[in-house]
């Protein structure tokens, strides 16, 4: 159980309620924030307060009033009209983030929303129900409305949900998870779709995926080190020293963690032997990735806290505040800098794979197999990575430089946050299938070179995890399966904790 509170969720809490289904419960502080929150709502309308989306039209109508009898249903219709999302839906895990993030952001109790509310949406969590989300009509300024408005409509029995994997009409899946339809309060309709957390749930998906990935990737470097029976003088802890960025060392360390004991590696050469970049620079490069998800990690941690609903009520003061919380530039600019990360290491990845791969580099036969010639082996393995590294190159322009005005010219200037994530998100997929390919002709390399016998106790262990899943390739098949197989290793969550043993290291 994940007792939320609206200051202490993290990565790892997202990943066990998104993609462990594990249930959740509000802390009682929280509870009481809320309905102080409410019954501030409440005492804004009895004195005749003019609040922008509670007495007031949104956006560019912020200065229409609306009477009194007309209050709940301006919450029903910022719903429906902001309904306007298109594009697939988000994934049962992008949804259960979501709505968890959107949970977490009510419970500083600055948004007007009842307590009855957030159980309901906590009660939808609980119950493996979840709204279906275009993941397209996001600007991210005046935050995820429209993705936001599709979830909101589920609360009160319309848009649909997913049930035991079908989609049902919003009635129906309320229904399931034992709830009725809602009545917005005055203040809730504008709150439930005001907020960043489709970008941030996106985006804290990919960067727990991220970190553990440059992990993996330092494995899969350090089997293609021994492979190639590179110098191992590269990761002595004396040069790392000398230049004191965290992720440069630490991949430094799980290199020499993973190879010690190697009886391939090359010991210091006096003669200046040196290997190319892609195996000598592998600390510089994914030590550089890894701090950049770290970053990303500190900004997203923060957006999960954080409240980004306006306008902003402050129960202990009485007053109402207008600002720009939901505008997404922190999350924007995070995921664009992840992607960039993402892409590099994905490409220095396709290098070492080159450098497999081709005869001239390695020693090796051609493309990884005996009967060159006869059997082209993983030379397609190598041209695969080489596309996905060109995708990735212009998928990794940053999204958060563009704006487009909305709102008759009100919303002048945009953040386009969730373009970024899910950007981010297609780099690290391509980056995932890069690092797979890499295993596989690491592996295969290896059992061409001498076998896995004088491979280090670390290395052997990712040998062995590769060939558990995919074969030594003796002649051509279809290489398509081997990938598919290995990028399921980088995602399965056992495998993932014995390289974390084998490292002594949590990677999220």
Known sequence: MVTLDGA???????????LRREPVQLAPAAVERLAASARMVDALIQRGAKVYGVTTGVGELRTVVIPPQSRKDLQVNILRSHAAGVGPHLSEAEARAVMLLRVNSFLPGHSGVRPETVAALVQLLNSGVYPAIP???????????????????????????????????????????????????????????????????????VCRQALQLVAWADAAASLTLEALRGNASAF???????RPHPGQARAAAHVRRLTQGSLRLRPYD?????????????????????????????????EANAVTDNPLLFPADGEVLNGGNFHGSP?????????????????????????????????????LVQDSGLNSGYMLAQYTAAALVSENKALAHPASVDSIPSSANQEDHVS???????????????????IAIELCCAAQAVDLSGGPESLAPGTRLVYELVRARVPRLDADRVLAQDIAAAEQLLMDQDATERLERQLDEVFV
């Open 135 to 205: 993941e397209q009509g996001s600007l991210g300024a005046s935050g995820d409305l429209a993705p936001l408005a599709h979830l909101a409509l589920v609360l009160i029995g319309e848009g649909e949900a997913y049930v035991d994997g079908r989609l049902v009409p919003g009635r129906d899946a309320l229904a399931a998870a034992g709830l009725a339809p809602l009545s917005l309060n005055p203040k809730e309709g504008l709150a439930l779709i005001n907020g960043t957390q489709v970008m941030t749930g996106i985006g804290a998906l």
């Open 236 to 242: 002595d802890p004396r040069i790392h020293r000398l």
């Open 270 to 302: 006096p003669a200046g032997v040196q290997d190319a970049y892609s195996l000598r620079c592998l600390p510089q490069v994914h030590g550089a990735v890894w701090d950049v998800a770290a970053h990303v990690r500190s900004v997203l941690e923060r």
């Open 331 to 367: 999350v924007a600019m995070a995921m664009d800098y992840l992607a960039i990360g993402l892409a590099e290491l994905a490409g220095i990845s396709e290098r070492r794979v080159e450098r497999l791969v081709n005869p001239h580099l390695s020693g090796l036969p051609a493309f």
């Open 8 to 18: 202490h969720l993290d990565l790892e809490n997202i990943g066990r309620v998104a």
């Open 416 to 434: 386009m946050g969730p373009i970024a994530a899910r950007k981010a998100r297609a780099i690290l997929a391509n980056c995932r299938r890069v």
